[in-house]
């Protein structure tokens, strides 16, 4: 494994692991009854959808122009 995918590798897992972790907070405290914001939600998705829709599409890139840029 190249060092440019262990990079890919450990920004999906990290934005993946943010995610989780937002989403747990966002669960915790629905479930003591406080009100949880719709922005807090947009702000979870947003953060593993856009490193890992990026790292696909850049990958995708990579795969068609026949390397690492």
């Keep these: 494994m190249s060092n440019h995918n262990r990079i890919v590798v450990i920004r999906i897992v990290a934005s993946t692991m943010l995610a989780i972790i937002a989403l747990a907070a966002g669960v915790g405290m629905t479930i003591t009854g406080l009100e949880v914001p719709a922005g807090w939600w947009v702000v979870t998705v947003?953060?593993?959808?856009g490193v890992v829709g990026a790292e696909v599409v850049?990958?995708?890139?990579?795969?068609?122009?026949?390397?690492?840029p």
């Design 58 to 68: 850049g990958a995708l890139m990579r795969r068609k122009g026949g390397g690492d």
């Design 46 to 49: 947003l953060a593993v959808g």
